[in-house]
């Protein structure tokens, strides 16, 4: 592997372009320092829309850049296409899968987050996560699959497992996604099929709390499931989940006396989308030990690893960790710390402050406490519908419907990559809201099923 070239400034390595990693490189544009920026991926992803592609509404490139476009013109930045592997702290250097090394000055850890099944890994293939454009290509496909495999099944009860999705989890990518999976059944593909009713389409929205969006304020909770319910989603709340298989779940509701269970039922479906729990990424276990710490002691129960007030790590300031890798918390003048939420805009400011406070160190200042700026929360739950919770001076901002869906369609295009991005997204918006088809329903290597009711897609 290609290192770059021996120079006496210092060498910042970033791992991870998502959001946080990203801010960084960028905020050391004209720094007197050499980046390398290493990323499993060759691309910039946008998340808050990963479940747009997952529904057949956009295609990939809309909603990510190559990392190596973007930084194409800053010159102290080079990019890898790499997975770390290790991290030694002692020695200053990260070990990459392909067995090479690279030294540090300076390291910030950027690695975000991976899906979390509650010590259930063995749901993962029955129920896929939405993290990565494989992840959403996977859930895509077994979307479209599922529609095509009812077409052709001629027993009702199994057609009707085929035809009934669940999303768990109802945080803003569980809603997000429930709502879209409707407008497909009921406005995308009616028409389109001789044998079955795609409009007959189950839509259930398992979600364990007793709220949908629980990080809102419960009156926008609530309107957020009354738009579900108008858009044809069946919400079930209290409602966890606690068997996954290839035939359905299952799910308990309430408690008995004793905390046992006082309830459970099946659903049968053959397509299970998981939204419900995100945990750090393993990098922070790695980092953990590097700093010879105990894993109790640096982790939070999600994974993530602890930080100072100036996001470095406890004993080693030349070690920042940002994003959702990061147990951060916010130090506003004259408030209590507060934990900073997992959030696109929460690793954009701690980008820009882990790279800020790495400058004053290197001018042999002390780093400041990370403030994170609360502009609020979004979530769309389909079309003309949205819930928008704003922070302002004056006090919060709420409101939700169409006003709503229209300020959450310009935030996210403001805020996409690049102007050929913002473009796209919003031709292809237009002509899904004017004709509600979506045109990026192309799936590939498709294996084609076996005897009715035997293999899932």
Known sequence: MT?????????????????????????????????????????????????????AGLSAPAIAAPIR??????????????????????????????????????????????????????????????????????IRRRILLAFEAAEKEPDAERRA???TFVVVGAGPTGVEMAGTLA??????????????????????LVEGGPRVLQAMPE????????????????VRLNARVSA??????????????????????????KCIIWAAGVAASPLGRLLARAIGSEEAQALDRAGRIRVQPDLSLPGHPEISVIGDLAAAQSHAPGREPRPVPGVSPAAKQMGRAAAANLLRRLRGEAGLPFHYSDYGNLATIGRNSAVVDLSSPLGPFR????????FWLFAHVYFLIGFRNRLVVLIDWASAYWSAQRYARVVTGVE?????????P
Do not use: M
Not at 4 to 29: M, N
Not at 183 to 204: M, W
């Open 183 to 204: 407008e497909i059944a009921r406005h995308t593909l009616p028409g389109e099929f001789r044998h079955i009713d795609p409009a007959s389409a189950s839509i259930l």
């Open 219 to 234: 009156g926008l909770s609530q309107r957020a499931r009354e738009q579900l319910e108008k858009l044809g989603v069946e």
């Open 161 to 163: 497992a085929w035809l």
């Open 3 to 55: 290192t770059p070239a021996p120079t006496h400034r210092p060498h910042v390595v970033i791992i991870g372009c998502g959001f946080g990693g990203l801010e960084a490189a960028r905020a050391l544009r004209d720094a007197p320092v050499d980046v390398t920026l290493i990323d499993r991926t060759n691309h910039h992803l946008f998340q808050p829309l990963l479940y747009q592609v997952a529904t």
């Open 448 to 456: 084609l099923p076996g005897p009715p009711g035997e293999t899932p």
């Open 69 to 138: 476009h973007l930084f194409r013109r800053q010159d102290n930045v080079t990019t890898l296409l790499g997975e770390v592997t290790g991290i030694d702290a002692a020695g200053r250097q990260v070990h990459l899968k392909d067995g090479s090394a690279l030294a540090w000055d300076h390291l910030i850890v950027a690695a975000g987050a991976t899906h979390s099944y509650f010590g259930r890994d063995d749901w993962a293939p029955l129920a896929p996560g939405l993290k990565t454009l494989d992840d959403a290509f996977e």
């Open 399 to 406: 409101f939700s419907g169409y006003f709503a869906w229209l």
């Open 244 to 269: 996954i298989d290839a035939a359905g779940l299952e799910v308990q509701t309430g408690q008995g006396p004793g905390g046992a269970d006082a309830s459970s039922y099946r659903i049968n479906s």
